[in-house]
């Protein structure tokens, strides 16, 4: 940085911005880190966006008033910081040269603001009613120049006269201007030229909700306004978004599953035409120069390139249909997870401040605003989240049903007899439900280790090899619960199993409901009933006792981590003492690894229960259809 801002310009001075009771930042910072993150976090993101805006296009947007004043901004913007760039050159002309830092960051803010004003244009011409990305950029961009803002009026104060009258002038404009843009960013545009009219009399406002109403879930305050005055009824609730109807759910699942089958045959096809193409024995002598094979060395060259045909893959088709949509809820869970770990470093700067006597007021000040900034951001990203898996697992459930449905009209006779109603009535009811269930914490599988390995990596700075005992702890709890999750897949089978026996008795029974009372039956089949049942029951009570045994394993855990950590590391030297600062942020810690090691098991539960789901599932929609030329289509006159 001192080539770019010369010895002039230090790029940090300690004693300007913590020392002080007027605390600032040097102008070499203000020009690089805090001029460029927004342009750096622009650049970056700017590819995929424009990717993703290639691949929807929702309509054409008229230019309206609010678009073209976007875009003069965006446009004075660029002149702004232009402006900047010739004077430089204008100073290096006559002689007064400057800092080259004075050209590199005009000139990339520059570029950066057309380049924001090419997007407001592209997003018009796209159909995009409200802008996520250029409204994170113009809240960086406001949220880095309050400090040169303030900078700028101190000195202006403790000056009689500004040295820099051109810059001042335009940084004001510039402020003027970013701060512009992002107030017009929150509002929406107009919706799209031709696009669909809506005739639904209640539609839900959350598919035209803007950036900010989506984010922090504002449209959602009518329907708890209205439900808090008066109780709710089925007229007040709002009609279901398009996408998450099942006329759209429905075949997105059903396309990628029979391209998995149409996979799965060819592989087959390919197969057995390379194990029927096999060449006839040579005549030759087998020792003679011919060189020829016997039949039985062809017949094992053969068998060895033979594979396992490719089996079509249900789990390969639920990921193909709704996987990128359940990866941006995993990117918020990412972000979610850092963000987290960022308290109790803050809770460690706080209460190192309390110790400090001549600290400055504003330093805890600032650290207590930091702390709610970041569990405020923390909330709101997490609910994202959960708001993102929840879509998820509802359009899961709803496609896994309507496949479902819709195969069990078209098996064959065969099939059925394998397939009975009662196994039909529980892939719909039960197995689909353990796909719902599953989605929404599914992201736990790496969230979890994930916060694991930061909660204890932190840990380890702040008690050090203390933290050993506490990890024995929980490796010492992994094998109990993998020993509970094998035992539970077996239940969950048997389960399954006695449930589809019980309502495969249950149909017979009211199917034959004449003959039964006829000849008298009832108590008969209720004895079997009721056996089915019981030994159903059985399996349900041992299925309880093994999730309350891992529940308790694990809920215990993080008081046990932390007791036996504190304990070995007061024991091991004299020297440890547990003061506030080490006692308050290990407990924090401890609370971040109280979440994943209590969900952990429950998400281990899930997926022993989802993976019999799946096969049951696989199975059944794996099974032959009717031949649909075989039915008789036409239509026949009322009178005939």
């Known amino acids: 940085m001192e080539r770019l801002c010369g010895p002039e310009l230090p790029f940090w001075v300690a004693n300007q911005t913590f020392h002080t009771d007027r605390p600032d930042l040097p102008e070499c910072f203000q020009l690089s880190v805090l001029s460029w993150l927004p342009c750096i976090y622009l650049w970056a993101v700017c590819p995929i966006y424009l990717f993703y805006l290639k691949r929807n296009n929702r309509g054409y ?6 678009n073209r004043f976007k875009t003069v901004f965006g446009l004075l913007l660029w002149i702004v910081c232009w402006t900047d760039l010739f004077y430089t050159f204008h100073e290096l002309r006559q002689g007064n040269t400057q800092p080259p830092i004075y050209f590199v960051t005009p000139l990339v803010l520059g570029m950066t603001m057309l380049l924001a004003t090419f997007l407001i244009q592209f997003e018009r011409l796209r159909g995009v009613q409200s802008s996520g990305v250029l409204f994170i950029f113009w809240f960086l961009c406001v949220l880095c120049a309050i400090v040169p803002f303030r900078s700028k009026i101190l000195q202006a104060s403790s000056q009689s006269e500004v040295k820099d009258k051109l810059r001042f002038t335009t940084f004001y404009f510039y402020f003027a201007f970013v701060v512009c843009e992002l107030i017009l960013c929150c509002f929406n545009e107009k919706p799209p030229l031709f696009s669909n009219v809506v005739t639904d009399p209640n539609p839900c406002p959350e598919a035209t909700a803007g950036f900010l109403s989506t984010m922090t879930f ?8 209205k439900g808090y005055k008066m109780p709710l009824e089925t007229k007040d609730l709002w009609s279901l978004n398009k996408r998450d109807s099942s006329k759209v759910t429905v075949p997105k699942l059903l396309n990628q599953w029979e ?32 060189g020829g094979s016997s039949p039985e060395e062809v017949e094992v060259l053969l068998s060895n390139k033979k594979t396992a045909p490719r ?5 390969r088709a639920l990921i193909k249909a709704f996987g990128p949509y359940f990866l941006i809820g995993s990117a918020f869970k990412l972000l979610q997870d850092v963000v987290t770990f960022v308290n109790p470093q803050l809770l460690r700067m706080l209460i190192s401040f309390t110790k400090q006597k001549g600290a400055p007021d504003w330093w805890g000040y600032s650290l207590a605003f930091l702390m709610f900034f970041t569990a405020f951001l923390q909330t709101l990203i997490l609910h994202r989240h959960f708001q993102y898996c929840f879509v998820t697992g509802m359009n899961v459930r709803t496609a896994v049903i309507g496949a479902i449905y819709r195969k069990s009209l078209v098996i064959t006779n065969a099939a059925k007899r394998s397939s009975t109603v009662g196994e039909v009535v529980n892939l719909m009811s039960v197995d689909a439900q353990r796909f719902m269930d599953l989605t929404t914490f599914l992201n736990m599988l790496w969230s979890a280790p994930l916060q694991i390995m930061l909660a204890l990596y932190f840990l380890w700075q702040n008690l050090g090899p203390s933290v050993l005992a506490g990890v024995a702890v929980m490796i010492m709890l992994i094998p ?5 999750a094998m035992r539970t897949r077996a239940y969950q089978v048997e389960q399954m199993q006695y449930k589809d026996a019980r309502i495969k008795l249950m149909n017979e029974i009211l199917n034959g409901i004449k003959v039964l009372k006829l000849y008298a039956w009832e108590n008969s089949f209720k004895e079997k009933v009721l056996d089915i049942r019981q030994k159903e029951l059985n399996v349900l009570r041992k299925t309880a006792y093994l999730g309350a045994l891992s529940t308790m394993a694990w809920t215990s855990a993080p008081f046990l981590v932390a007791l036996t950590t504190f304990a070995v590391y007061v024991s091991i030297d004299e020297n440890n003492i547990l003061d506030a600062e080490k006692a308050f942020v290990s407990l924090s810690l401890f609370n971040i690894l109280r979440f994943p090691l209590n969900m952990l098991p429950q998400v281990i539960s899930s997926m022993v229960q989802a993976s019999v789901s799946l096969k049951r599932i696989e199975s059944f929609l794996s099974h ?3 031949d649909p030329n075989s039915v008789d289509r036409k239509n026949t006159a009322a009178g005939d």
């Open 218 to 225: 504002w449209w959602f305050t009518s329907m708890a306004i």
């Open 61 to 66: 947007i008229m230019m309206s008033i609010m």
């Open 624 to 626: 032959e259809e009717l």
């Open 480 to 484: 109990l619960n993998a020993v509970i």
């Open 259 to 290: 391209e998995e089958l149409t996979k799965a045959k060819s592989d087959q096809n390919l197969s057995s035409q390379a194990v029927y193409s096999k060449p006839p024995p040579s005549t030759t002598n087998h020792t003679g120069a011919g």
């Open 311 to 315: 089996q079509p893959s249900f789990l």
